[in-house]
DNA sequence: GTTTAAATGAACGGCTCCGTTCAAATTGTC
DNA sequence: GACAATTTGAACGGAGCCGTTCATTTAAAC
């Protein structure tokens, strides 16, 4: 279907070589730097990469990011197969669920990527909508889903499982999550204390009995 | 001690009026459009003042940022006055400094306010630390120590107040924060679901016995 | 009224950047 | 090899903006 579309262009064929350098780069500045203070022409040479190419593949800057933003949504969706559940008791595996998802979450690029897209979004909601759909709306369907077959074996007695899941998530990164996102690194020692104490208090609400 | 030091000065005084609409008008245009967005020329026009007169009070663009996040940041400060507590059992009082801080913390200049505050934080980490420090830390500190009160009146059992303050505020705020963050915008209902759902999980992993 | 300093308006230099144009070079396909 | 489309480099117009200069006006304090 799509093969046969492709040979219907005479001539030179597009670079897709050149093009995902092109966004990989337009992804770096943009996240790094923020969408104003980006420049096409920097994003060319890091790409090494004419600007006119550019303009001939995207047209435009805002179409530019845009792709950078749909890829990196893309990735997102990519990453998050946490369709391996862990062994154990609920307990161990909540701990599990809790590191995996604390480790993915609180990678550099992820904290700035998350700025960013939040900065864009003032002016552009449809970015902060597709964000949330790729990644946190996802995740939080699929870990609800987990509670509620736990619930449904015995394991777990939790009437609101889209709830809960909320809240373990967010015990789980507490207030890390936002010192992250302003700049202070929280220690090893309270990464560990913060989803130690979000399976303690989520067992306490929602064991059985 | 103040006043002594301000008649020394002969000649036109500085316009304290002015200088507090150009605060003004760049805290608007900073956290509403981004920093690098935002032109010195705009704000001056915003707040009915030339252009020279911003320099002469801030000398830079950075420092005006800067003026206007301290503003930001005593603002928050003097908000944030919860010695009031409220009557009633430690349920109800949960909620409502549940709803409280919810209230403060969901206000659309605040969610504006620190968009642009993270964003920023990325070239200066200094600004990030500034608002922890004036807000977020603040806000827990004092919430510990009501819990750690409670806890030592028995009517709560809590062994890491600290802790316990994050996790509650955290199960507060829930996914609705991250949503408003991105542009979604959680309804009344959802709300309060997360804090009436924060209120009981808390009490189910505190409540003494 | 005199002094002193702040505020204004206009203009400028210098820089960056977006997006376009054009001719020339490159590179696939038939 | 001929065709057709992409890529490139350079240059340009136009715009916006920062920060400064300067002569002029305004206004408080003595």
Redesign the interface.
């Known amino acids: 279907m799509e093969k046969a579309l492709k040979k219907k262009k005479p001539g030179r064929p597009t670079d897709q070589v050149k093009r995902s350098a092109i966004i990989d780069a337009a992804s770096r500045r943009f996240f ?3 969408f ?2 980006t420049s096409i022409e920097q994003v060319a040479a890091d790409a090494s990469v004419s600007k006119v190419t550019i303009y001939n593949h995207f047209g435009d800057k805002r179409a530019l990011f845009a792709a950078a933003v749909e890829q990196e949504c893309e990735k997102m969706r990519g990453y998050f197969n946490l369709s391996e559940m862990p062994e154990g008791s609920i307990r161990e595996r909540l701990n599990v669920i809790g590191e995996a998802m604390f480790a993915f979450l609180s990678r550099p690029e992820m904290v ?1 990527f998350e ?5 864009e ?3 552009e ?1 449809a ?3 597709a ?2 759909q790729a990644g ?1 709306w996802r995740m ?1 369907a699929a870990f609800a889903e987990f509670l509620a077959h736990a619930s449904a074996k015995g394991e777990l007695n939790i009437p ?1 499982p889209l ?1 809960a899941a ?2 373990f ?3 789980a ?3 890390g999550d ?2 992250r ?4 690194t929280p220690t090893e020692e309270e990464n560990e ?2 989803i130690a ?2 399976v ?3 067992l ?3 064991a059985p009995r």
């Not at 700025?115 to 900065?119: D, E, K, L, V």
């Open positions: 790094e730097e923020g104003a203070s700035q700025r960013r897209i939040a900065a979004t003032e002016h909601p970015i902060g909508h964000f949330l946190p939080k609101d709830l909320e809240q998530v967010s015990m990164k507490g207030m936002l010192e996102r302003f700049g202070a204390r913060r104490g979000a303690d208090v989520f306490a609400a929602y």
